[in-house]
């Protein structure tokens, strides 16, 4: 490796810290829909697998660090992985402690950041002798992967139902690509069918805006205010020790190492469950508020880091939900990555450990720092001038663009097709990963008739 590539990686994982930590502040930004069709644009722009891997660790950590500021000061999620901390934020929020809040879960981030990074190369290594068997099986195991999801679902039957019907709908629009001649008969169309199912409950809506009777159904709330406190200036380089009690950095490497541990879990399931039971016992609402936090954002970020390394160095398919979301694009984005050719194949483990830590290192010295230092004033600019909306519009407008240049114009609406199914499912209880699960067994399933 030359110091081209090397500071090729350094300048990737500045580009993804400063991004991703505006990004992480808007709120709402579902972490599959911002982090997936940038990384996939990257891979197929031919960008260097060593910058795509450092871009998109700084992009997580800094998305991980940020996405719980709106959460401390509006109660308003960045990110769907925040959300199960709003209810504890709240509490230190009504006790005039929005400020602690941010540093509590920012440090505790960090924390899972430095706990996770080395158990996932350990766990990988534990795993790393059986990774034939597993590749050998992928399709069954994606399969049964589909079927747990769908037990941990809030619709259990809709989601086992819908697992072969899901599965025809995007074979049968392959074989009509084949069938038509738009693609040739050994080319999948995959990229295009992940971004539209990421998009689906966007797509949904802006369907349900369109008809006349549900949008007069809509309540119009009009303009809401926000009111931003502004915290206290932290003198000097912040360091997560020294936010956080012992206690508290104790509970947030623990909830990071079993979050790596199983980092094949949900990690919202993981982070609700591991968070109340490590912190129920205490009484006093505010230390227990503080606890809960950190624990839930190291738990985060470290199943975000873990589900995305352990597959990537072990494996080199996308078996967690991490890997099979918004880190995708790491594994699978043909022609340039396959599930037989990615960065797992690319990549030996050192150099995969290397771009891991500049990533990594990068995102903790500027985010970790901005957030700290100046949470309350970025969070109270990105309220007020950066619209969700246009956000959302441009990764829209991404997953088109990546649409066409999977198989021309017919697959725009094949996209939308699968868009549109998919937002029906995830609005009556069916998730992301077990549509994801279905998109990789598709194959493996339909063969079997």
């Not at 991004?19 to 992480?24: D, R």
């Not at 929005?98 to 534990?126: C, E, Q, R, W």
Request: proline content about 6%; hydrophobic content about 55%; some cysteine.
């Amino acid at each position: 490796m030359d110091a081209m590539i090397i500071l090729q990686m350094i300048l990737a994982g500045i580009g993804g810290a400063v991004l991703y930590t505006l990004i992480g502040i808007a709120p709402g930004t579902d972490e599959t829909a911002v982090l997936a069709p940038v990384t996939i644009a990257l891979a197929l722009s031919g960008v260097s697998p060593y910058v795509i891997l450092a871009f998109f660790i700084s992009a997580i950590v800094a998305k991980k660090l940020t996405d719980s500021i709106p959460v401390a000061v509006a109660g308003i999620p960045g990110g769907v992985m925040a959300a199960p901390m709003v209810e504890h934020a709240m509490v230190l929020k009504k006790h005039g402690l929005p400020d602690v809040s941010i540093k509590k879960m920012a440090s505790g981030s960090v924390i899972g950041t430095l706990v996770s990074i080395p158990a996932s190369f350990l766990i990988a290594n534990a795993i790393l002798p059986y990774a034939d068997v597993i590749s050998k099986h992928a399709g069954l195991i994606f399969f049964l992967g589909a079927v747990f999801l769908a037990l941990m679902t809030n619709n259990k039957i809709l989601s086992l139902l819908i697992i072969v019907p899901f599965a025809i709908l995007i074979q049968g629009l392959r074989h009509l690509y084949w069938g038509l001649e738009i693609v040739p008969p050994e080319t999948t169309v995959f990229v295009s069918f992940f971004l539209g199912i990421t998009i689906g409950p966007i797509v949904v809506t802006l369907f349900d805006l369109l008809n006349k009777d549900a949008r007069k159904k809509i309540p119009f709330l009009g303009k809401k205010e926000i009111s931003v406190k502004k915290s206290d200036k932290v003198k000097g380089i912040p360091n997560p020790f020294n936010i956080l009690t012992k206690k508290e950095s104790a509970t947030s490497a623990l909830g990071s190492l079993i979050g790596s541990v199983t980092f094949f879990l949900s990690p919202v399931g993981m982070t609700v469950f591991l968070g109340e039971f490590l912190t129920r016992h205490i009484k006093d609402p505010v230390k227990r508020a503080s606890r809960a936090i950190s624990t839930m954002d190291g738990l985060t970020n470290a199943s975000y880091i873990s589900g995305t390394l352990i597959p990537l160095i072990a494996i080199g398919l996308p078996l967690s939900p991490m890997a099979i979301g918004p880190a995708a694009g790491l594994f699978n984005a043909p022609p340039v990555f396959t599930p037989e050719h990615n960065i797992h194949h690319i990549l030996s483990m050192s150099e995969i450990m290397l771009a891991t830590i500049i990533g990594a290192v990068i995102a903790l010295l500027i985010t970790f720092y901005i957030t700290i230092k100046f949470a309350s004033e970025i969070c109270a600019f990105v309220f007020k001038y950066i619209p969700h909306e246009a956000l959302i519009g441009l990764f829209a407008g991404l997953v088109v663009m990546l649409a066409f240049m999977d198989a021309g114009w017919i697959n725009i609406f094949g996209t939308f097709l699968i868009a549109f199914v998919s937002g029906i499912l995830f609005r009556n209880g069916v998730n992301y990963g077990v549509m994801f699960m279905i998109l990789y067994a598709a194959p493996w399933m339909l063969g079997w008739f």
